[in-house]
């Protein structure tokens, strides 16, 4: 797919004179089944170029078989619907899949060629923090730290693409936090369409501008949050966000305790 430029750097409202952008992920009628179950169905989604949008759902929901999907890594799901995304896709996991025998420069320009991307890589290391780190070896990094380092592998592809499945689920609340605002950083300094998988409402809210929860193998509630960057956990205003998404997601007042929603404990 062509890559719009204009709107990876700027994002005007479409005008009667300006044509629509075409939208970077475009998903018809998706539909994904396991062993006659049926996991995706018919599933109709538009990502925008440039947006950082969350995909929120409960476990087994099916977050990871659509973002899987839109990567390219699920043959299976070929020929299901309509589906469309461009060249650049990078992915980024809960673990940051470092090879333990490379050193921290060479697994984020694995795959890459060349002194361009050697230089990008090392650009992409200070971008997340990790400058003098390059000959560090995995084991040598904090959870936070190998996280980074994943991001920088994925921005040294020039992402349109940034696919993220929860990729900081495994940090503590201090680092994730950390994390959340690196990740926002580099979005707005790169604009790639992101889609971030993630079980935390607060993760959702603060970071992206529009928040999907995949429900019964639909999209159930596709919300704008409209409210500015940089935003605080504890913004009142954002509650009523929480509020819509946490009954989208079935959570009743009863229950966002830390059994029924664990991750909210962490930002209150
Ligand atoms: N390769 C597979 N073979 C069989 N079943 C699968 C496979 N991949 C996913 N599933 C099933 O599809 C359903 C959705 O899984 P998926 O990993 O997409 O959910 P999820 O919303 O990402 O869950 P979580 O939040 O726990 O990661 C689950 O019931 C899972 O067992």
């Known amino acids: ?4 430029t204009e709107q990876l750097t700027s994002r005007p409202a479409p005008s009667a004179t300006t044509a629509p952008a075409a939208p970077a992920v475009r998903l018809r009628g998706l539909t994904r089944s396991f062993d006659g179950r049926t996991v995706l169905d018919h599933v109709d989604l538009d990502l925008p170029a440039g947006q950082l949008t969350a995909l929120l759902g409960h476990s087994g929901s099916g977050k990871s078989t659509l973002l899987r999907a839109i990567a390219g890594l699920d043959h299976e799901v070929v020929g299901s619907g309509e589906l469309s995304a461009p ?20 697994n984020v320009l694995l795959g890459t060629d060349g002194k361009e991307a050697a230089e990008r890589g090392r650009a992409a290391l200070a971008e997340v923090g990790l400058a003098g780190r390059e000959r560090a070896w995995p084991n040598e990094l904090s959870g936070g730290e190998a996280q980074r380092a994943a991001l920088a592998r994925s ?3 020039e992402p349109e693409l940034l696919l993220a499945d929860e990729p900081f689920g495994a940090l503590d609340a201090l680092t994730r936090i950390k994390m959340h605002g690196l990740l926002r950083e580099l979005w707005e300094r790169h604009r790639p369409s992101v889609l971030l998988v993630t ?5 959702a809210i603060v970071l992206a501008d529009r928040v999907l929860v995949l429900d019964q193998g639909r999209i159930g509630l596709d919300l704008t949050i409209d409210r500015a960057h940089p935003r605080s956990y504890r913004d009142p205003l954002l509650g009523e966000y929480r509020e819509r998404l946490l009954a989208a997601l079935g959570v009743t007042e009863d229950h966002t305790g830390s059994e029924a929603h664990p991750d909210q404990e962490d930002h209150q």
């Open 1 to 4: 797919m062509a890559t719009h």
């Open 87 to 106: 060249d650049r896709v990078s992915v980024v996991f809960q673990d940051s899949r470092l090879l333990p025998w490379r050193r921290v420069l060479d």
């Open 155 to 157: 921005l040294v592809r």
């Open 199 to 203: 079980h935390d409402v607060d993760e």
